[in-house]
Structure formats: structure tokens, C-alpha cells
């Protein structure tokens, strides 16, 4: 058994509204030292698969096809091996 956590972001150069938004309020609140903030997605995915090889392949092919936007997002992961 394995689990992955994957963060997905969004590539540089793509508007962040969202990120504003926080970066605006948080300036707001008086945090002035704040310079930008980008927001992502973060998962964790647990995965019954035999190898470390398997799991990777499964979770680039999960963010590939549904966990991450290819034209607008990036995404990393790393994967564990959970103690049965």
C-alpha cells in the first residue's frame, strides 16, 4: 500500500484571482511583508498497487488525465510506502 501526496499549481504566468483576493486581505489585515500568493490543490491518494513503480505511473497518469489542468496547471508528488 502506498499513499501519495500530490500538489497541484498553477503554472507561472496564469492569472491567480483567488490569490489576489488572499494576498489583498491579508494586506488588509496588516501583513505587509506579503508579496504575491498562489493557491493549489492539494491530495492525498492512497494506492493497493504492488511497487513504488506502479504507484508512480498510477498517480502521473491520475494527474495527467483529471487531477491537474495541462494547459494551465503543474503538479509534483511524492510517494510512500504505508506499513501494512
Do not use: H, W
Not at 17 to 24: E, Y
Request: net charge negative; proline share 7%; with cysteine.
Amino acid at each position: 500500500m502506498f499513499l501519495a501526496r500530490v500538489v497541484v499549481t498553477l503554472k507561472p504566468g496564469v492569472n491567480d484571482p483567488p490569490g489576489l483576493t488572499v494576498m489583498d486581505t491579508l494586506k488588509n489585515l496588516g501583513y505587509d511583508s506579503v508579496d504575491s500568493v498562489r493557491l493549489g490543490k492539494y491530495l492525498e491518494v492512497r494506492l493497493d498497487v504492488p511497487d513504488l513503480t506502479s504507484a508512480q505511473a498510477s498517480v502521473a497518469a491520475m494527474c495527467d488525465q483529471l487531477l491537474a489542468n495541462p494547459v494551465i496547471e503543474e503538479y509534483r508528488f511524492e510517494i510512500a510506502e504505508i506499513p501494512d
